[in-house]
């Protein structure tokens, strides 16, 4: 049976994620956090968000989102390093 990543609190808009990669993100479209998925921060920007991890990780290069205003939560640890 495959365990669950330990993923992040959530953290607010203003404070961005230090490493680039994809991360679970939600956006406020009508005042109830609505908007969301998987979108890449390149470390300036975020890309749109998609359905799926693999989706948002494979269009990292993809055009900027037209939402800024994302929070977020990532992994607890990188991939691949030991508990």
């Not at 975020?46 to 205003?69: I, P, Y």
């Amino acid at each position: 049976m495959s365990k669950k990543p330990k993923l992040t609190p959530w953290f607010p808009h203003n404070i961005k994620p230090v490493r680039s990669g994809v991360y679970e993100v939600k956006f406020d479209l009508l005042g109830n956090d609505d908007g969301g998925g998987y979108a890449f921060w390149d470390g300036l920007r975020w890309t749109n968000a998609l359905a799926n991890v693999a989706r948002a990780h494979e269009n990292n290069d993809w055009f900027e989102g037209a939402v800024q205003q994302k929070k977020w939560r990532g992994l607890t640890k990188a991939t691949g390093e030991q508990a």
